[in-house]
């Protein structure tokens, strides 16, 4: 007998590879008598109370007829209490007014809200291009990607990368920073995984003379030395649960304090951070800080490798350095053979089955037709001389 399937809820095959927050927030609560409510901040004031006149009607008899009210000011999200009667908590301290971020847990009365960013799944249309920059792909996936590259790039948002190693994530920050009005600043990486755990925070925001043994000057920082440009932090989901914080003020201030100094210095600099975590199950293990995530995530994107069945993971711009008639050239003969001819469609077909690094070629392999690479530094190559604390 054959069973009937027509109401059987089908698997998803694939995860959402891009998703976006919207402007504003949603309030839910976690805790109390309403738990599950929500209700999401735009442009207008959103309140809280058990008067019928709230936004969020909560039934709980310890809060007060109009509790709290919260208001999106330019991006920043302003939590006021009212006037309430058992007053309104963050972390245990009573607040009148404070500026919030998400993940923030509000308590009032024996009612919990915490605030989560308003996120969408995008589905970009495929790009008529098959190459961004010096990454280059032709199927749909890829495709749908240089769509929203091309307009992530245009923005100051912070970009998270999660994925694979090797399927191209430091290659994907670069062409953001190229496409980006801040083309013309410093490119620097810092690879959060390779620098000592005890040195990371020097070498991210710097550090003054005589601030710890061996400083005999001053340093400045990764940030510092990204101003004006952008900064890709690399294995974000390495960096220690006690040193997130520093990172996370650095977000949210725009500006950066030396290791021994109590003033801090303002930066202009753009944050494309990358992993190949999980970055949400770290955050539900407590291994990764919910709030950090959620600065870094304002545009996520996941990249995946052919042996996940999931797309194509980036490749450099290669086979403009083949011949017609030979196979895979040499890095030495990449570097004299450029030309403006493209491969054989045998030769092309051999490129898209192997798989790739996905690392940018060599400055001296690069199209005579290529913009030239920006000032970059990169902070991740450090030899045991130079992470000492000198």
């Known amino acids: 007998m054959t069973r009937d399937r027509s109401n059987v809820t089908a698997l998803l095959d694939d995860a959402p590879s891009y998703s976006r927050q919207n402007q504003g927030g949603i309030f839910v609560v976690i805790k109390g008598p309403d738990r599950g409510e929500a209700v999401r901040l735009t442009g207008v004031p959103v309140s809280f109370g058990s008067g019928p006149q709230c936004s969020l009607v909560l ?34 301290s009573r607040f009148e007014k404070i500026a919030i971020g998400f ?61 694979e190693t090797g399927t191209g994530k430091e290659l994907i920050a670069e062409e953001i920073h190229n496409h980006s009005p801040r083309k013309d600043g410093p490119f620097v990486v810092f690879d959060c995984g390779s620098v000592p755990r005890e040195l990371i925070e020097s070498m991210l925001f710097g550090h003054v003379k005589g601030s710890f043994t061996g400083a005999i000057t001053d340093r400045r ?20 649960l006690d040193l997130q914080p520093s990172l ?12 021994g100094s109590n003033t801090y210095e303002k930066i202009d600099v753009r944050v494309v951070a990358a992993t190949n975590r999980d970055l949400r199950a770290e955050v539900a293990k407590k291994a990764f800080r919910e709030d950090l ?94 992470t000492s604390r000198t």
């Not at 993940?103 to 249309?125: N, Q, S």
């Not at 495929?126 to 790039?153: H, W, Y």
């Not at 920082?221 to 220690?240: N, P, Q, R, S, V």
């Open 59 to 92: 039934t709980d008899k310890t809060v007060s007829r109009k509790h709290l009210e919260a208001q999106l000011t330019g991006d920043e999200v302003l939590m006021l209490d009212c006037g309430s009667t058992n007053g309104s908590f963050i972390q245990g």
């Open 103 to 163: 993940g923030a847990e509000v308590k009032l009365g024996r009612t919990v809200i915490k605030f989560l960013p308003d996120e969408e799944i995008v589905e970009p249309e495929p790009s008529a291009q098959a190459s961004f920059g010096s990454i280059v792909g032709g199927d749909t996936k890829m495709r749908q990607m240089f769509t929203l590259l091309e307009d992530v790039a245009a923005t100051t948002a912070t970009v998270l990368i999660e994925g």
């Open 221 to 240: 920082g990764a940030f510092a030395e990204a101003h004006g440009g952008t900064i890709f932090l690399d294995e974000i989901g390495e960096m220690a």
């Open 248 to 259: 996370l003020r650095v977000l949210d201030k725009r500006a950066v304090r030396k290791v």
């Open 293 to 386: 995530y959620y600065r870094l995530a304002v545009i996520s994107s996941t990249t995946s490798s052919p042996a996940s069945g999931r797309g194509s993971p980036c490749r450099p711009r290669t086979w403009r350095g083949w011949s017609a008639t030979a196979g895979r050239a040499t890095s030495a003969s990449c570097a004299t053979s450029w030309s403006a001819r493209a491969c054989s469609p045998a030769a092309r077909r051999s490129t898209s089955r192997t798989p790739w690094s996905a690392r940018p070629l060599p400055a001296s392999a690069s199209a005579p037709t290529s913009r030239s690479r920006k000032p970059r530094a990169s902070w991740s190559r450090c030899s045991s001389a130079s």
